[in-house]
T-cell receptor
Framework: AQSVTQLGSHVSVSEGALVLLRCNYSSSVPPYLFWYVQYPNQGLQLLLKYTTGATLVKGINGFEAEFKKSETSFHLTKPSAHMSDAAEYFCAVSVIPGGGADGLTFGKGTHLIIQP | KAGVTQTPRYLIKTRGQQVTLSCSPISGHRSVSWYQQTPGQGLQFLFE???????NKGNFPGRFSGRQFSNSRSEMNVSTLELGDSALYLC????????????FGSGTRLTVV
């Protein structure tokens, strides 16, 4: 079975600083990988996804992530943090590529705090 | 275009009762998935429906069930509610393949007292 590990339940950065949220996955087959953001009392919003092709994926709001198969990682980065980035971030994996929807397996989430 | 609509937004029920939650997907999306979010267990997959058929199911007891109608709208039912069923229930809409990604609704906050 697949699993997702997000290192750090809370990450604090200063406004304008680099944001790095770590995600490692475990899967016996090539995965599809996703990053979602959740604001308080809201659902999940898709930031970006990796399915096939280019391993560096750009998403909304200036975020990007790089799929590294050798490291089984899909870390999320943003060059310059903004106060509005404060939220909960979830990494997720789906391991039935090519069809169907087995459901997403989520990490526990990382709460991003932006210091003024 | 309209997003994923979940109703109601908030619900308070008593132990032992049953509850039905509703999800209307994005127009044209044929897949609806349901997730339970709690502080302790995080986000957990309940089940997924595609063209009115349950295509996949997570590890939840039989008290949790769902269905999908011909217009792709989905309902989730929980019978014999327990205190531990208190959670945010999220619905996700998709074209039907994992690589399409999933669009989530704002959720239904269920409190069992």
């Amino acid at each position: 079975a697949q699993s997702v590990t997000q290192l750090g339940s809370h990450v604090s950065v200063s406004e304008g600083a680099l944001v790095l949220l770590r995600c490692n996955y475990s899967s016996s087959v090539p995965p599809y990988l996703f990053w979602y953001v959740q604001y308080p009392n809201q659902g999940l919003q898709l930031l970006l996804k990796y399915t096939t092709g280019a391993t560096l994926v750009k998403g909304i709001n200036g975020f990007e992530a790089e799929f590294k198969k050798s490291e089984t990682s899909f870390h999320l980065t943003k060059p310059s943090a903004h106060m509005s980035d404060a939220a909960e971030y979830f990494c997720a994996v789906s391991v039935i590529p090519g069809g169907g929807a087995d459901g997403l397996t989520f990490g526990k989430g990382t709460h991003l705090i932006i210091q003024p | 275009k309209a997003g994923v609509t979940q109703t109601p937004r908030y619900l308070i029920k008593t132990r032992g009762q049953q509850v039905t939650l509703s999800c209307s997907p994005i127009s044209g999306h044929r897949s609806v998935s349901w997730y339970q979010q709690t502080p302790g267990q995080g986000l957990q997959f309940l089940f997924e429906y595609f063209s009115e058929t349950q295509r996949n199911k997570g590890n939840f007891p039989g008290r949790f069930s769902g269905r999908q109608f011909s217009n792709s709208r989905s309902e989730m039912n929980v019978s014999t509610l327990e205190l531990g069923d208190s959670a945010l229930y999220l619905c996700a809409s998709s074209l039907g393949r994992s690589e399409n990604g999933y669009t989530f609704g704002s959720g239904t906050r269920l409190t069992v007292v």
